[in-house]
């Protein structure tokens, strides 16, 4: 098993308010991944709100059902200028899985994902 460090950034997200837009999408060579930070900035010049999900349809084992849909932060305030760190802790994305981010505003939060890579 190989693991490797990685950062995903994006510098204006989404591409329309309302509309979750895909910031990563776990390979699927890929076994996993740990997301070990998840920052939001603010880059509108007033407060916005902005949401982060997790899509995933995996079915752990032992579990009744497939996993859906889950929110890391909905709706959260953000002042202008200012960040938010939204990770406290660790998350695990398997193969396939799926980080979305949304905005009240378009193009006005800032986005940056620290992960490990399992292989």
Do not use: W
Request: with cysteine; net charge negative.
């Amino acid at each position: 098993m190989a693991t490797a460090f990685r950062v995903r950034t994006h510098n204006n997200m989404p591409a329309t308010a309302g509309t979750p837009e895909t910031l990563f999408t776990v390979d699927g060579s890929t076994e996993a991944i740990v997301i070990l930070g998840l920052v939001l900035a603010n880059v509108h010049t007033s407060q916005v709100t902005a949401s982060v999900v997790l899509s995933s349809n995996h079915t752990p084992t032992g579990a009744p059902s497939a996993n859906t849909d889950a929110f890391l932060v909905k709706d959260v305030a953000i002042p202008a200028g200012a960040s938010l760190s939204v990770i406290d802790g660790k998350v695990i994305a398997e193969d396939t899985d799926i980080i979305k981010i949304d905005c009240s505003v378009a193009d006005k939060v800032s986005v940056t994902m620290s992960y490990m890579e399992i292989t």
